[in-house]
């Protein structure tokens, strides 16, 4: 649309371009053809002075020469004119040029301008899709972080009511029993490789642990219900293990 517009201003400007040079240049033909017949005509009469100098009176000489010389000061005005229409004819032209760089560099930055906006929206646009879907993320982020946070306090609470039965060789009789819940729930419960594991049921920790006083126990941390406690007993504790070494010395 833009494009039409400068094009249609600039031809409308243009229009009369043509006939303008046209009539310069038919004025300057005419000049030219005047300054042809003047110069026939100077011609022409320095043929007659050089023919007829000696049978001319010095008034006729004089007259004669005066007519040469107006005729080359005809042409001599001739050809100024001639001159001025020249440089007039190019000053015209140039306007144009000078005017069509003009509206050519004002129709870039006119579409220069337009792209610029053009592009802002369509940032803008995508920032806003961007954000959008950043908040969906968000939400269903939210919403699985819930969930994960809710399974694991269910793992966590599972653990905690989990009764354990530990059944050794060495000792002949489970070390201890606490219902009738089988070894193979404790091992299915999800474990960190990284982690460190505890205890006899050789799990990490969870709930409330206690420590064996053995300095030389290698396993040294226990859960509460791995080992029949429900709260911290006083004075010095011994793991079961390391309490039959103990009655054994």
């Known amino acids: 649309m833009a494009a039409g517009m400068y094009l249609e201003h600039y031809l409308d400007s243009i229009e009369n371009l043509p006939f303008e040079l046209q009539r310069n240049f038919q004025l300057m033909r005419d000049l030219d053809q005047r300054t042809e017949d003047l110069k026939t005509e100077i011609d022409r009469m320095a043929t007659q002075y050089i023919t007829s100098a ?3 009176s010095s008034e006729e000489k004089l007259e ?3 007519r040469i010389q107006d005729a080359y000061g005809k042409c001599k005005e001739f050809g ?21 760089d003009t509206d050519l560099a004002r129709f870039e930055a006119d579409l220069k301008e337009k792209q610029i906006e053009s592009s802002d929206y369509d940032s803008s646009s995508s920032k806003g899709k961007k954000k ?9 982020a939210k919403a699985r972080s819930k969930v994960k946070n809710s399974d694991e306090e269910t793992v966590k609470s599972s653990q905690k009511k989990m009764k354990l039965v530990h059944t050794s060789a060495e000792y002949g009789t489970p070390a201890v029993n606490f219902g009738n819940v089988h070894p193979s729930d404790v091992l299915d419960m999800p474990v960190d490789p990284n982690e460190p594991t505890y205890c006899l049921c050789h799990q990490v920790s969870y709930g409330e642990m206690i420590g064996c006083d ?3 126990c290698s396993i040294e941390w226990f859960h509460f219900a791995c080992v029949g406690l429900t709260t911290k007993p006083r004075g010095k504790w011994f793991c079961p293990r390391c309490s039959q070494e103990r009655k054994k010395k």
């Open 54 to 56: 000696r049978t001319l």
């Open 64 to 66: 004669l020469l005066k």
């Open 214 to 216: 053995n300095p030389d």
């Open 132 to 140: 959008g879907r950043s908040q969906k993320e968000k939400k269903a």
């Open 80 to 100: 100024d004119d001639k001159v001025q229409l020249a440089m007039q004819t190019y000053e015209m032209v140039d306007k144009h040029i000078r005017r069509l």
